[in-house]
């Protein structure tokens, strides 16, 4: 898989809330926007515990329509 890098992951809280709007901007919401034959498929959570600063994610990029784990 290639990972392209969009940004630097140390950023202040008001460039992460930018890249967030940026990055809605590129979701496709409804069915007439959708490609030909869509071939991977991903999810994310984010999720942080109440008594640390410690935040939790993932993402999964899934093969589909098989649904086979890729990355």
Same mark, same amino acid.
């Given at each position: 898989?290639?990972? *392209?890098? !969009?940004?630097?992951?140390?950023?202040?809280? /008001? #460039?992460? *809330?930018?890249?967030? &709007?940026? !990055? #809605?901007?590129?979701?496709? +919401?409804?069915?007439? /926007? +959708?490609?030909?034959?869509?071939?991977?498929?991903?999810?994310?959570?984010?999720?942080?515990? #109440? &008594?640390? &600063?410690?935040?939790?994610?993932?993402?999964?990029?899934?093969?589909?329509?098989?649904?086979?784990?890729?990355?």
């Amino acid at each position: 898989m290639k990972i *392209r890098h !969009l940004h630097n992951w140390n950023v202040s809280y /008001d #460039r992460a *809330r930018g890249i967030q &709007n940026e !990055l #809605r901007t590129k979701l496709i +919401l409804h069915d007439k /926007d +959708l490609p030909d034959k869509i071939k991977t498929i991903a999810g994310a959570d984010i999720s942080y515990s #109440r &008594n640390s &600063n410690l935040f939790f994610a993932v993402v999964v990029i899934l093969d589909f329509p098989t649904m086979e784990i890729i990355e």
